[in-house]
Structure formats: structure tokens, C-alpha cells
């Protein structure tokens, strides 16, 4: 099993900037690749960013240039720097990640942490 637990989530007015945290435990030798998701109000849960064991990045097109990905394999620790944020940012996000285990690869998901960015 493994526990992710995000926080940094807050009110920022459009501009300004916040940094996620999503700290992992338990069997943190199995994680795998890490991820960002948000879900808006009425909305499905989309992906924001992805990183890979290798550090290889992936984004959403709505967020490249503007949030960057990163995770400290030291700390058990993935983040997401979010700059220049936008009213459309707003959402509850996500931390996610796969780890293998003998039975096959699984995913877990954190328990989310909410993004309002006024305008």
C-alpha cells in the first residue's frame, strides 16, 4: 500500500503563484511514475502533469510554461510550482501515483487539495 497526502492548496488572486507538496509513505520503493490531476466543479478529472522515475515530464497543454513537475526521491515527495495562475486553474488537485508490487502495477490516488485563483 501507499499513502499520498498533498497540501500547499490555497486562495491566490490570478497572477500569483502556489507550490503543491504530496508526500508519500508505506511501500515507497514500489512508486513508480507520479502525477498531478484536477477536477473541476462539474467537471472530469483531468491530467495536469506526469513524471516519470527517470524525471522525464509531461503537461497538460494548458499548464506548459507555467506549473513545472518535480518530485525528491530523498523526501518521498512529488510538488507542482504553479506561476502565472488563472481563474481556469481553479479546481481540487490530485496527487497520483502507480507502484509495482508482485501482483501488477496499482494506482493510488491522495485525497486532494483545493485551488481557488480569483480574478
Known amino acids: 500500500q501507499v499513502q499520498l497526502v498533498e497540501s500547499g492548496g490555497g486562495l491566490v488572486q490570478a497572477g500569483g503563484s502556489l507550490r503543491l507538496s504530496c508526500a508519500a509513505s508505506?511501500?515507497?520503493?514500489?512508486?513508480?511514475?507520479m502525477g498531478w490531476y484536477r477536477q473541476a466543479p462539474g467537471k472530469q478529472r483531468d491530467l495536469v502533469a506526469t513524471i516519470t522515475t527517470d524525471y522525464i515530464t509531461n503537461y497538460a497543454d494548458s499548464v506548459k510554461g507555467r506549473f513545472t513537475i518535480s518530485r525528491d526521491n530523498a523526501k518521498n515527495t512529488l510538488y507542482l510550482q504553479m506561476n502565472d495562475l488563472k481563474p481556469e486553474d481553479t479546481a481540487v488537485y490530485y496527487c497520483y501515483c502507480n507502484a509495482l508490487f508482485l501482483q501488477g502495477l496499482r494506482g493510488y490516488w491522495g485525497q486532494g487539495t483545493q485551488v481557488t485563483v480569483s480574478s
Open positions: 508505506g511501500n515507497i520503493f514500489s512508486i513508480k511514475g
